[in-house]
């Protein structure tokens, strides 16, 4: 079992950057996959990112870079040139080391509680 906790939420005008952190409670390297989802007000969580084949969602590409630091147990979600449809919350996930459906909510069995990203026009 596996505890994620996020942060670096905050407000920023479009164009701007911010970093997401995610800190895991034990080790993932080679255990677990880890990803970032998001949700914004009245959508479904959509997949943003995952580092162990570092998938991105086509709306971010070329924008987000997720990294990891095993040392730390972090895993990091770099988000440049931000955009106001990128405003939502945003969640850490772990699964499966190789897991086939990366896009796919249900194949990470742990989530973080989130962290508000808001991205002013």
């Known amino acids: 079992q596996v505890h994620l906790v996020e942060s670096g939420g905050g407000l920023v005008q479009a164009g701007g950057s911010l970093r997401l952190s995610c800190a895991a409670s034990?080790?993932?390297?080679?255990?677990?996959?880890m990803g970032w989802f998001r949700q914004a007000p009245g959508k479904e969580r959509e997949f943003v990112a995952i580092?162990?084949?570092?998938e991105y969602a086509d709306s971010v590409k070329g924008r987000f870079t997720i990294s990891r630091d095993d040392a730390r147990n972090t895993v990091y979600l770099q988000m440049n040139s931000l955009k106001p449809e990128d405003t939502a919350v945003y969640y850490c996930?772990?699964?499966?080391?190789?897991?086939?459906?990366?896009?796919?909510?249900?194949?990470?069995?742990?989530w973080g509680q989130g962290t508000q990203v808001t991205v002013s026009s």
């Open positions: 580092d162990w084949n570092s």
């Open positions: 996930a772990a699964g499966p080391w190789g897991l086939r459906f990366p896009l796919r909510s249900e194949q990470y069995h742990y």
């Open positions: 034990r080790r993932t390297v080679g255990l677990y996959a």
